[in-house]
């Protein structure tokens, strides 16, 4: 059974500072995904990784896939209150299926 | 573009009653849709797998009796939750793609919230 481990469960944090989220598995993922969620409604999808050592940036946001395509961060650079959500990975396992594995979650509010 | 509605957005039943909740695909086709269920504070856990024309593949410990998937169509799939309990109360969330075209895109719709009395 694939797992993915985020750390931390919950992060509250006071504007402006900065935040490293971790996405963690013994498995191997053809690639990876990082979702923001509101409460209520489904979440949305902010990168995809699919390349070893990838990084990506998004505005203040840079995602990072590691070399052996196990683990991955989000790190949030000078955080905003609008940046507050749960924030999801989810692994695309290696076989063809396509199912998509979700992490454990982090919880973040930005206090302003 | 992507697009994917979920209807009822909530719906309140009663113990014993069946209820259904339907997944579109608005602006593509889906050849295959994914049912997830989200329990307060906690992470999506998936339920089945579903392609059009075939039988849903479930995940382990979802009963496939208690949760009905029909995918008639490339745009439409429906979980029917059958005799609910309190306990089937949670988050559903569909989601929806299109692998011939891309492996691992998916698109998530707004979820329905199932409350059973």
């Known amino acids: 059974t694939q797992l993915l481990e985020q750390s931390p469960q919950f992060l509250s944090i006071q504007e402006g500072e900065n935040l490293t989220v971790y996405c963690n598995s013994s498995s191997v993922f053809s690639s990876l995904q990082w979702y923001r969620q509101e409460p209520g409604e489904g979440p949305v999808l902010l990168v995809t990784v699919v390349t070893g050592g990838e990084v990506k940036k998004l505005k203040r946001l840079t995602f990072q896939f590691g070399d052996a395509r196990k683990d991955s961060s989000l790190h949030i650079t000078a955080a905003q209150p609008g940046d507050t959500g749960l924030y999801l990975c989810?692994?695309?396992?290696?076989?063809?299926?396509?199912?998509?594995?979700f992490g454990s979650g982090t919880r973040l509010l930005v206090r302003p | 573009g992507a697009v994917v509605s979920q209807h009822p957005s909530w719906v309140i039943c009663k113990s014993g009653t069946s209820v259904k909740i339907e997944c579109r695909s608005l602006d593509f086709q889906a050849t295959t849709m994914f049912w997830y269920r989200q329990f307060p504070k906690k992470s999506l856990m998936l339920m089945a797998t579903?392609?059009?024309?075939?039988?849903?593949?479930?995940e382990q410990g979802v009963e496939k009796d208690k949760f009905l998937i029909n995918h008639a169509s490339l745009t439409l799939s429906t979980l029917t939750v059958t005799s609910a309990h309190p306990e089937d109360s949670s988050f559903y969330i569909c989601?929806?793609?299109?692998?011939?075209?891309?492996?691992?895109?998916?698109?998530f719709g707004p979820g329905t919230r199932l409350t059973v009395t």
């Open positions: 989601s929806a793609s299109d692998f011939d075209i891309n492996t691992y895109e998916q698109y």
């Open positions: 989810a692994g695309v396992i290696e076989d063809s299926s396509y199912k998509l594995i």
């Open positions: 579903s392609n059009e024309g075939s039988k849903a593949t479930y």
